[in-house]
């Protein structure tokens, strides 16, 4: 484990979140959102409206920005996050969740929720010096964003998809 699991668990919540707006859009329906809530093991309020999907949509931008801004770009979007949502870090222990921390109050709109937890993992990964572990995807066509958690640095799509077509087109230009 390179950061500890709850960090993790947010940084990963935010990339898949930042990159179901590559086309097609994956982010849609409450459905879809039910989706990546169950995945990520939210918790807390949840309205299950257009205006809340709305609202989780309209976010993408910004996380996207702060996932792959340089560190000290970076800096500057997270102290603005929690600034915008006068974050209070408590440790709380809840469900099957050991002491992690909750900057914002678990009453308070999804996309707010979604915004402090990912600028607190965020905080983690600046301290740590490891925005490298942070990238847009290896493939040409591709503006995913890539989380590589790994051991020896070896990811370096951010799917499988995009990791098979390309090792799809190495081994073309290679019988050529
Ligand atoms: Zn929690
Ligand atoms: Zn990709």
């Given amino acids: 484990m390179v950061f500890t699991h709850d960090t993790e668990l947010a940084l ?6 930042v990159n179901s707006a590559e086309e097609p859009d994956t982010l849609t329906t409450p459905a879809e959102l039910d989706v990546l809530w169950d995945a ?10 257009q205006a809340e999907l709305d609202a989780v949509r309209a976010l ?10 340089d560190r000290d770009a970076a800096v500057a979007l997270v102290n603005e996050l929690l600034r915008e949502a006068t974050a209070v870090p408590q440790l709380v222990r809840h469900d099957t969740f050991d002491w992690h ?6 009453s308070e709109p999804l996309d707010r929720r979604i915004a402090v937890e990912t600028a607190m ?3 983690d990964v600046i301290r740590a010096d490891e925005m490298t572990r942070l990238a847009v995807c290896a493939d040409d066509t591709c503006e995913g964003v890539v989380l590589d ?3 020896n640095r070896s990811k370096r799509f951010c799917s499988t998809t995009c990791g098979n077509r ?8 290679r019988q050529r």
Avoid at 12 to 17: D, F, G, I, K, N
Avoid at 101 to 106: L, Q, R, Y
């Fill in 12 to 17: 990963q919540a935010a990339v898949t979140l």
């Fill in 40 to 49: 990520y093991q939210y918790s807390g309020r949840r309205d299950r409206t």
């Fill in 60 to 69: 993408r931008p910004r996380l996207r920005s702060l996932l792959t801004s």
């Fill in 101 to 106: 921390i909750h900057a914002i109050d678990t």
């Fill in 121 to 123: 993992a965020m905080i």
């Fill in 149 to 151: 958690l790994s051991r």
């Fill in 166 to 173: 390309n090792a799809v087109a190495a081994y073309r230009a």
